[in-house]
């Protein structure tokens, strides 16, 4: 019995620890970005396109997924104010410019996998534009879908929030445990004119549904309450 009870003490202790010893997603940038994009620009002007994907996924996986996210205050589209912390739930973040076209395929897809897992994760899309854009763009995305927007002209906002626009640029996908734990940063998919629409809805759908699953496996081994993935 004392044994078990050592056990149990040890590995609460062992996980506050490594917990405690997390970097925040702003430190892990602060202290690797630099060097990705020394190599990345070096890797442009060789016209290496496969190895800046390389670097990126490498920065991605080695750096930054298991960083926590810092805390970052933006609004919603009825300009009310809202949080990261505000989210009990594990999170998938998209980030997106108003002026930009998203991929076709695309609002379809999330849709179905918000009706779909609206109740176990928070599907968040944050856009870089005044809020008459934002409205107009999110309109038909569904009720299980957050929209919130950050407007650049007022100026206020935190680092995190310029690190999420200039540091890895646009448009991104982070999956965030309800600890705020970095699961993956992956690059949204790019818009191809000539490719099927429905082509596309697939290839959106297996992108964000592969993320989904991830980021639920791993927000079960931190929750007694089980979570069904389809």
């Known amino acids: 019995m004392r044994k078990l009870l050592f056990l149990l003490v040890f590995t609460a202790i062992s996980n506050l620890t490594a917990q405690n010893s997390q970097m925040f997603f702003s430190e892990a940038l602060d202290a690797h970005l630099p060097s990705y994009l020394l190599q990345a620009e070096e890797a442009i002007r060789n016209l290496e396109q496969?190895?800046?994907?390389?670097?990126?996924?490498?920065?991605?996986e080695d750096k930054l997924v298991?960083?926590?996210m810092n805390n970052f205050k933006v609004k919603t589209t009825s300009k009310k104010s809202k949080s990261l912390a505000d989210y009990n739930k594990p999170?998938?973040?998209?980030?997106?410019?108003?002026?930009?076209?998203?991929?076709?395929?695309?609002?379809?897809?999330?849709?179905?996998?918000?009706?779909?897992?609206?109740?176990?994760?928070?599907?968040?899309?944050?856009?870089?534009g005044d809020v008459k854009q934002?409205?107009?763009l999110s309109k038909d995305y569904d009720r299980n879908i957050d929209i919130?927007?950050?407007?650049?002209?007022?100026?206020?906002?935190?680092?995190?929030?310029k690190n999420l626009k200039h540091s890895l640029g646009l448009p991104l996908a982070y999956t965030i445990t309800s600890d705020?734990?970095?699961?993956?940063?992956?690059?949204?998919?790019s818009n191809k004119l000539s490719q099927d629409e429905a082509l596309s809805n697939t290839n959106n759908f297996e992108l964000y549904k592969g993320m989904l699953t991830e980021l639920l496996y791993n927000q079960q081994l931190l929750s007694d309450d089980p979570i069904v993935i389809n």
């Open 50 to 60: 496969d190895k800046v994907k390389v670097l990126f996924d490498n920065l991605v």
């Open 66 to 68: 298991g960083s926590l």
């Open 91 to 128: 999170v998938m973040l998209l980030t997106y410019s108003s002026w930009r076209i998203s991929s076709k395929g695309e609002q379809a897809a999330l849709n179905e996998l918000a009706n779909q897992y609206g109740d176990d994760v928070a599907i968040v899309l944050l856009f870089w």
């Open 134 to 136: 934002v409205k107009k």
């Open 148 to 161: 919130l927007y950050v407007d650049d002209s007022e100026n206020n906002y935190s680092l995190v929030i």
């Open 180 to 189: 705020k734990e970095i699961i993956d940063i992956k690059r949204r998919l």
